[in-house]
């Protein structure tokens, strides 16, 4: 009886909570529904993210560096390339990146080194610049700057030919030695050996009573070749003398000429002709401003009765210590009369010196436009029939056109 009461309280407890569970059930799926009404939730898209890759993004993205930069080493070495072009001129825009070009091995300079030596050389002479580039090659023989050095070393070769003109040699081109002028020292008495346009006046008064002018024009009209005309008085009398000069050979690189002369001699009181061929020599060393020495060897051929040939030797040394002085040594020996024994021979033997200034400096790198003004002396060391002359000094001139 027990066991049924219990049976049954349990059955009547079931039924009634089913009903409350279903009710529950109920309102809960309401709320929902009304939930639903709010909020509509769209289905989520299907995206592709291929569609937003652009090409070359397949690759690995960087990696970030952890490590940090590592300062750069004080001392490094420049690497120049080998085929750089040496023409090109280095610029600079800070003096500290100059001073910060190291050599790379013995006996290599740098920009620096070599723009400090060409301000050294700013106010210095060809010959003292040539100098100075020398002992900075040896100095440092694997220089980067070497062929620009040994081009300027050409130019003020060229430029220790010439008189200097101020200002020409900063940063200007020499002349083709084919072309240059050797500029040699005009003599006083003896021919001149190098072809040169140029007019040469000259005034001698000679104790103890003698007196004596000269005028020679020339005109080089192939740097060669020139003719002349001159006029002066010697021993044997005035006499005009037309003629021509060849240069065989005329090099401004050794500073050396060799040329060879034809003199027609007119000469007046006596009346007479004579032909005079001349050979001359002349050779230009680089010492101070230029030493000049030159030789020529004459013969006149008298057309007069009862006349021989007259021989004349001639030498004469001239060095310019600076652009404005130079001094010069002139030996001149004249025979007569040689080769005939019944007549004694006939000798006049000079020797000539004095000094030359520049009054007028050259216009242009040949040396035309200038003006040479000197003094000289002449004193004879042996004669033999002419014994009025005991000496004579000479006032000249040699204008360069």
């Known amino acids: 009886m027990r066991l049924l009461s219990r049976l049954a309280l349990c059955t009547a407890a079931l039924c009634l909570a089913v009903p409350a569970w279903a009710a529950d059930k109920k309102k809960d799926k309401d709320k929902d529904d009304d939930d639903d009404d709010e909020v509509e939730v769209e289905p989520d898209l299907d995206v592709d993210e291929d569609d937003f890759k652009e090409d070359g993004d397949d690759e690995a993205p960087p990696q970030r560096i952890e490590e940090d930069d590592k300062p750069e080493e004080e001392g490094d070495e420049l690497d120049f390339d080998d085929d750089t072009d040496d023409t090109d001129d280095l610029k600079f825009t800070d003096d500290d990146d100059q001073q910060s070009v190291q050599p790379r091995q013995p006996g290599e300079d740098t920009a620096q080194l070599y723009r400090d030596a060409q301000k050294k050389t700013k106010d210095m002479s060809p010959d003292e610049e040539q100098l100075f580039w020398e002992d900075y090659l040896?100095?440092?023989?694997?220089?980067?700057?070497?062929?620009?050095?040994?081009?300027?070393?050409?130019?003020?070769?060229?430029?220790?030919?010439?008189?200097?003109?101020?200002?020409s040699d900063r940063g200007a081109r020499g002349l083709d030695a084919a072309q240059q002028e050797l500029n040699l020292t005009m003599p006083l008495k003896m021919s001149p050996v190098d072809t040169r346009t140029h007019v040469a006046v000259g005034a001698e008064v000679g104790f103890p009573s003698y007196a004596s002018g000269q005028l020679d024009v020339e005109y080089a009209?192939?740097?060669?070749?020139?003719?002349?005309?001159?006029?002066?008085?010697?021993?044997?009398?005035?006499?005009?003398?037309?003629?021509?000069?060849?240069?065989?050979?005329?090099?401004?690189?050794?500073?050396?000429?060799?040329?060879?002369?034809?003199?027609?001699?007119?000469?007046?009181?006596?009346?007479?002709?004579?032909?005079?061929?001349?050979?001359?020599f002349g050779q230009k060393l680089r010492v101070m401003e230029g030493l000049d020495f030159q030789a020529s060897f004459s013969v006149d051929a008298e057309t007069r009765e009862d006349s021989d040939l007259r021989w004349n030797w001639a030498f004469m040394a001239g060095l310019r210590p600076n652009e404005i002085v130079s001094v010069f040594w002139e030996w001149d020996w004249d025979a007569k009369y040689l080769s005939n024994p019944d007549v004694n021979t006939f000798t006049f033997f000079t020797t000539n010196f004095g000094l030359k200034f520049r009054a007028k400096k050259a216009t242009d790198e040949q040396g035309n436009g200038r003006i040479d003004v000197g003094l000289g002396a002449s004193f004879p060391y042996a004669t033999n029939y002419w014994g009025f002359y005991n000496g004579s000094v000479n006032f000249l001139g040699d204008f360069y056109f």
Request: charged share 25%; net charge positive; aromatic share 8%.
């Open 221 to 280: 009209f192939l740097r060669q070749a020139s003719a002349h005309l001159n006029i002066e008085r010697d021993f044997a009398g005035a006499a005009i003398s037309p003629g021509a000069r060849y240069a065989i050979i005329k090099s401004a690189r050794t500073g050396t000429v060799l040329s060879g002369g034809l003199d027609l001699k007119i000469n007046a009181s006596p009346n007479f002709l004579a032909f005079r061929p001349t050979i001359g």
């Open 138 to 167: 040896r100095k440092y023989p694997k220089s980067l700057f070497g062929d620009r050095i040994d081009q300027r070393m050409d130019e003020l070769s060229i430029l220790m030919f010439d008189e200097r003109v101020e200002g």
